[in-house]
């Protein structure tokens, strides 16, 4: 009974270990989304995140002389995405995420936000 326990608890850890590889492909390239003011709900500009290869996000809002980019390191666990930067203190956080068909969805304090694939 032990040895069928023991396989079992392999496969599903191999299991989730193969979805999270897959969730790491998946996630990495460039998103955008539609900024809306918390409070009115009105369009206030597009923010830009990229997800790279080597643990890198990279986040820009507003155009032109008015950017703000911000550059972390970044990587994924069981529905997570845990950050760490310049940007925050070199504090950690993290963020929850989930693919709605072919959007990216990231909801952090309590905010969900869609980000559709930038080709």
Excluded: H, P
């Amino acid at each position: 009974m032990k040895g069928i326990l023991f396989i079992v608890a392999i496969v599903f850890f191999l299991g989730c270990n193969s979805q999270t590889k897959d969730q790491e492909k998946k996630i990495i390239g460039n998103w955008s989304s539609n900024m809306k003011d918390l409070k009115t709900g009105a369009y206030i500009g597009k923010m830009y995140v990229q997800f790279t290869q080597n643990g890198e996000f990279i986040q820009k809002t507003g155009e032109g002389n008015e950017q703000a980019v911000s550059k972390m390191t970044y990587r994924l666990g069981r529905g997570k995405i845990y950050y760490k930067g310049k940007a925050t203190s070199n504090e950690k956080f993290d963020s929850n995420y989930f693919f709605k068909g072919d959007k990216l969805v990231i909801e952090a304090g309590g905010e969900k936000t869609e980000y559709t694939r930038v080709k």
